[in-house]
Protein backbone atom coordinates (compact mmCIF):
# COMPACT_ATOMS: atom_id res chain seq x y z
CA UNK A 1 0.00 0.00 0.00
CA UNK A 2 1.33 3.37 -0.59
CA UNK A 3 1.85 5.14 2.45
CA UNK A 4 5.01 7.11 3.09
CA UNK A 5 6.96 9.62 1.48
CA UNK A 6 9.18 8.44 -1.52
CA UNK A 7 12.22 10.09 -3.81
CA UNK A 8 11.34 10.62 -7.22
CA UNK A 9 13.37 8.17 -9.77
CA UNK A 10 13.34 8.17 -13.32
CA UNK A 11 13.51 10.25 -16.62
CA UNK A 12 15.69 12.51 -15.14
CA UNK A 13 15.14 12.99 -11.53
CA UNK A 14 17.37 10.46 -10.35
CA UNK A 15 19.04 11.12 -6.62
CA UNK A 16 20.18 7.58 -5.81
CA UNK A 17 22.18 4.78 -8.14
CA UNK A 18 19.26 2.41 -9.49
CA UNK A 19 21.95 -0.17 -10.30
CA UNK A 20 20.50 0.13 -13.83
CA UNK A 21 21.55 -2.16 -16.50
CA UNK A 22 20.55 -2.61 -20.31
CA UNK A 23 20.10 -5.78 -21.81
CA UNK A 24 19.84 -5.63 -26.06
CA UNK A 25 18.75 -8.55 -27.78
CA UNK A 26 17.49 -9.23 -31.38
CA UNK A 27 14.38 -6.54 -31.47
CA UNK A 28 14.35 -6.74 -27.63
CA UNK A 29 15.43 -4.64 -24.93
CA UNK A 30 15.28 -4.65 -21.14
CA UNK A 31 16.00 -2.23 -18.59
CA UNK A 32 17.00 -3.74 -15.39
CA UNK A 33 16.83 -1.67 -12.09
CA UNK A 34 16.66 -1.91 -8.29
CA UNK A 35 14.27 0.02 -6.54
CA UNK A 36 14.89 0.46 -2.71
CA UNK A 37 12.04 0.31 -0.36
CA UNK A 38 10.30 3.19 0.40
CA UNK A 39 11.47 4.61 -3.29
CA UNK A 40 9.31 4.99 -7.04
CA UNK A 41 9.40 5.38 -10.29
CA UNK A 42 7.57 8.65 -12.11
CA UNK A 43 4.63 8.01 -13.76
CA UNK A 44 4.63 7.41 -17.60
CA UNK A 45 3.44 5.70 -20.42
CA UNK A 46 3.99 3.84 -23.20
CA UNK A 47 2.60 3.71 -27.19
CA UNK A 48 2.26 0.12 -26.83
CA UNK A 49 1.95 -2.78 -24.43
CA UNK A 50 5.03 -4.13 -22.67
CA UNK A 51 5.83 -6.45 -20.34
CA UNK A 52 7.37 -5.64 -16.39
CA UNK A 53 9.00 -8.78 -14.16
CA UNK A 54 9.26 -8.04 -10.68
CA UNK A 55 12.54 -10.73 -10.10
CA UNK A 56 12.62 -10.14 -6.39
CA UNK A 57 11.46 -8.09 -3.30
CA UNK A 58 7.73 -6.45 -3.50
CA UNK A 59 6.28 -3.40 -4.93
CA UNK A 60 2.75 -1.64 -5.54
CA UNK A 61 2.29 -0.37 -8.55
CA UNK A 62 -0.54 2.53 -9.79
CA UNK A 63 -2.18 2.17 -13.10
CA UNK A 64 -4.03 5.20 -14.39
CA UNK A 65 -5.31 5.51 -10.57
CA UNK A 66 -5.67 1.31 -9.64
CA UNK A 67 -3.17 0.14 -7.22
CA UNK A 68 -1.88 -3.91 -6.93
CA UNK A 69 0.50 -5.34 -4.80
CA UNK A 70 2.99 -7.42 -6.19
CA UNK A 71 5.52 -10.14 -4.62
CA UNK A 72 8.16 -11.45 -6.73
CA UNK A 73 8.10 -13.15 -8.79
CA UNK A 74 5.56 -11.90 -11.10
CA UNK A 75 5.30 -10.62 -14.86
CA UNK A 76 2.86 -7.56 -15.22
CA UNK A 77 1.74 -6.75 -18.95
CA UNK A 78 1.03 -2.36 -19.08
CA UNK A 79 -1.30 -1.80 -22.23
CA UNK A 80 -0.74 1.20 -24.54
CA UNK A 81 -0.95 4.57 -23.11
CA UNK A 82 -1.72 3.80 -19.51
CA UNK A 83 -0.02 5.26 -16.66
CA UNK A 84 2.09 3.88 -14.48
CA UNK A 85 3.88 4.25 -11.44
CA UNK A 86 6.26 1.84 -9.16
CA UNK A 87 6.94 2.13 -5.56
CA UNK A 88 9.18 -0.38 -4.00
CA UNK A 89 7.77 -1.84 -0.68
CA UNK A 90 10.69 -3.90 -0.50
CA UNK A 91 13.82 -3.66 -1.99
CA UNK A 92 12.83 -4.68 -5.63
CA UNK A 93 14.50 -5.66 -8.77
CA UNK A 94 12.31 -4.44 -11.72
CA UNK A 95 13.07 -5.27 -15.35
CA UNK A 96 11.07 -3.00 -18.13
CA UNK A 97 10.86 -5.10 -21.29
CA UNK A 98 10.24 -3.34 -24.83
CA UNK A 99 9.80 -4.21 -28.54
CA UNK A 100 12.26 -1.97 -29.75
CA UNK A 101 15.46 -2.14 -32.21
CA UNK A 102 17.18 0.79 -30.86
CA UNK A 103 20.37 -0.42 -29.10
CA UNK A 104 21.99 2.77 -27.69
CA UNK A 105 20.91 3.64 -23.90
CA UNK A 106 21.62 7.12 -24.39
CA UNK A 107 18.30 7.05 -26.66
CA UNK A 108 16.33 4.25 -25.76
CA UNK A 109 13.81 6.80 -23.05
CA UNK A 110 13.29 8.90 -26.42
CA UNK A 111 11.67 5.38 -28.26
CA UNK A 112 9.80 4.14 -25.74
CA UNK A 113 8.33 6.43 -23.31
CA UNK A 114 5.43 8.24 -25.07
CA UNK A 115 5.95 12.25 -24.73
CA UNK A 116 2.73 14.31 -23.65
Not at 72 to 93: F, K, N, R, S
Not at 99 to 114: G, L, M, N
Request: hydrophobic share 45%; aromatic share 6%; net charge negative.
Amino acid sequence: MLKRPARMLGMGAIDIDLKIQHHFSDGVYARQMVLPAGHFAVTHAHEYDHLSILASGAVSIVVDGVECNYRAPAVITILAGQHHYIEAEEDAVWFCIHATSETDPQRVDEITIRRK
